[in-house]
């Protein structure tokens, strides 16, 4: 059984996994993700690379990490005025994001990780907007149920992201919602 470092808040352990996040970051800039290599990486970040395979084992896992902490939400979903205003923003602005290339990549880094807590993180960034669109239309006497917009609204896009099956576009979005939410 292989047993995982316990990561320290602050200190030099977030010292080491910025530098390390940071040195990803560049990297990809300046190459193609293919050539992306732990031992370049390290060299950049100015760490061994057992230290890298110590805290992520290994390529897959350190890209994920970093492609889940670029996919985190920095602000609240736009507040429209109504539910399906809300949602529709919302979710025009996450199939953006996601089918951008980045995007893609990312999704690609989380995807191949061996490690479920980055999907689940990235899961539970898209459920906690969804919540927070819910709350939103509690309060003004609308229902948003984010189970369902998950599986009718999310999980679509996802699949035509992740395997094609069609165009995405605010056309397709649209009509999501508007299938979910038809008033």
Not at 51 to 59: A, F
Not at 152 to 171: C, E, N, T, W
Request: charged content about 25%; overall charge negative; some cysteine.
């Amino acid at each position: 059984m292989t047993v995982k470092e316990r990561t320290r808040l602050g200190g030099r352990s977030a010292r080491i996994q910025a530098s390390v996040h940071e040195a990803v970051e560049q990297l990809s800039a300046e190459m193609d993700r293919a050539e992306l290599a732990v031992p370049a990486i390290a060299a950049r970040a100015g760490v061994t690379p057992s230290t890298i395979y110590r805290r992520w084992g290994g390529l897959a896992e350190l890209l994920a990490d970093v492609a889940v902490k670029r996919l985190r939400p920095i602000a609240d979903p736009v507040d429209t005025g109504s539910a399906k205003g809300d949602l529709s923003a919302w979710a025009e602005q996450y199939m953006e994001e996601m089918s951008s290339e980045l995007g893609r990549a990312m999704l690609r880094d989380v995807c191949s990780s061996s490690q479920e807590a980055d999907a689940v993180r990235c899961c539970t960034y898209t459920t906690d907007h969804l919540q927070i669109l819910a709350e939103r239309a509690a309060r003004r006497g609308e229902q948003l149920d984010p189970g369902e917009a998950l599986d009718h609204v999310v999980a679509p896009i996802m699949y035509r992201i992740l395997f094609g099956g069609g165009p995405l576009d605010q056309a397709y979005v649209q009509g999501l919602i508007d299938h979910l939410m038809p008033t």
